[in-house]
């Protein structure tokens, strides 16, 4: 059987719509999974169960974290932050973490596996480059430099790879347990991973948006290593 993902997503405050844009769904899907949504919820218990038919763990892009979860107040760049969001997504990465589940982040979920982890975030990148791309999602924006012998260079293959971009907050103090494996120009930290043999890897990045081989390599490791797991 194939490997079920949980895709995590966003809820309305107001209308309490759930959202979730259908490339993370499609790029489990070709990489041989089934996308599962994880609806957020303080409900007691839901996250332990929604990880009892997951083999694996997709965090999605969203929002911004709320910094009282590494203990700072909030910034006046700030931007839009759901407590119920944050609080599930922050339970379900410390059960993943705990149960040896394999997780990849995208955007928000490598902020919320460094936050979950113990880590900490810049909440307004001032670096000078812009991490904001005024173009299309699938569009290549700047480049980012690997760490050959991460397992994120062992993916991708390369040492350098350009990327979209689409965040203001980014990963400050780095969680005990994890690695820096690539960076870009200012030294914005584009993506972590555990120091451990398990497969947890937060990007900053979409990868879902793009069409090239190391983003599709990308989603079929996290798929492989979930079926592993779970025979």
Partial sequence: M??????????????????????YLDAIIRAGGIPV?????????????????????????????DPSYWGEPPSPALG????????????????????GKPILGICRGIQVIN???????????????????????????HDIFIETTSRLGQIYMTCQAGVNSFHHQAVARLAPGFK????????????????????????????EDLEDKCSQALFREL?????????
């Fill in 2 to 23: 194939k490997p079920v993902i949980g895709l995590t997503c966003d809820v309305g405050v107001e209308n309490g719509l759930l959202t979730l844009r259908r490339q």
């Fill in 37 to 65: 949504v994880l609806p957020p919820t303080r409900e007691p218990g839901q996250a332990e169960t929604c990880l009892e038919f997951c083999q694996g763990l997709l965090l999605t892009g969203g929002g911004d974290v």
């Fill in 80 to 99: 839009y932050v759901s407590p119920v969001r944050d609080y599930f997504e922050i339970t379900l990465t410390n059960l993943a973490l705990a149960a």
């Fill in 115 to 141: 936050v979950a982890a113990g880590g900490s975030l810049c909440q307004d990148l001032q670096t000078g480059m812009n991490h904001q791309q005024n173009a299309p999602r699938t569009q290549l924006f």
């Fill in 180 to 207: 820096v494996s690539a960076t870009s120009l200012d030294g914005t930290i584009e993506a972590i991973e555990i120091n451990t043999a398990g497969f947890v890897l937060g990007v900053q990045w979409h990868p």
């Fill in 223 to 231: 798929v492989a290593v979930a079926e592993l797991s779970g025979r």
